[in-house]
């Protein structure tokens, strides 16, 4: 018989990896930029500091450069925005792909020259 881990267990050992993950990128986005989210321009300092989050352009967690070029500061508000256009992105796919090109066929481009050759 094997003891498999609770549901609970699982769970507080996932938050600990997410919070050692992010602590070495959070600490190192909160140096490199200014405490303000990306989108909406609120600033965070002090308490609501923890409420500014890093975000990952290419949503890789895993894609930590030193330089930051994959992250951004995000406020809670923002990130989550963020997250919902990409899953929405992944779900419905881009409007870009199903957007039609405009039609370029004019029908009456040699009307006045069909018109002259009836007379």
């Given at each position: 018989?094997?003891?498999?881990?609770?549901f609970?267990?699982?769970?507080?050992?996932q938050?600990?990896?997410?919070?050692?993950?992010a602590?070495g990128?959070?600490?190192?986005?909160?140096?490199?930029?200014?405490?303000?989210?990306g989108?909406?321009?609120?600033e965070?300092?002090?308490?609501?500091?923890?409420?500014?989050?890093?975000?990952?352009?290419?949503?890789n967690?895993?894609?930590?450069?030193?330089?930051?070029?994959?992250?951004e500061?995000?406020?809670?508000?923002?990130?989550?925005?963020?997250?919902?256009?990409?899953?929405?992105?992944?779900?419905?796919?881009?409007?870009?792909?199903?957007e039609?090109?405009?039609?370029?066929?004019?029908?009456?481009?040699d009307?006045k020259?069909?018109?002259d050759?009836?007379?």
């Amino acid at each position: 018989m094997t003891n498999k881990p609770t549901f609970d267990q699982v769970r507080a050992e996932q938050l600990k990896y997410n919070a050692k993950r992010a602590s070495g990128y959070r600490e190192q986005a909160l140096k490199l930029f200014p405490h303000i989210c990306g989108r909406c321009a609120r600033e965070f300092s002090g308490k609501n500091l923890p409420e500014l989050t890093v975000h990952h352009v290419d949503h890789n967690h895993d894609n930590n450069p030193p330089d930051g070029s994959n992250w951004e500061l995000l406020c809670l508000y923002c990130h989550d925005e963020e997250h919902s256009k990409f899953e929405n992105l992944v779900r419905y796919g881009s409007r870009k792909e199903s957007e039609r090109a405009p039609a370029t066929h004019n029908p009456f481009a040699d009307l006045k020259e069909q018109m002259d050759k009836k007379k």
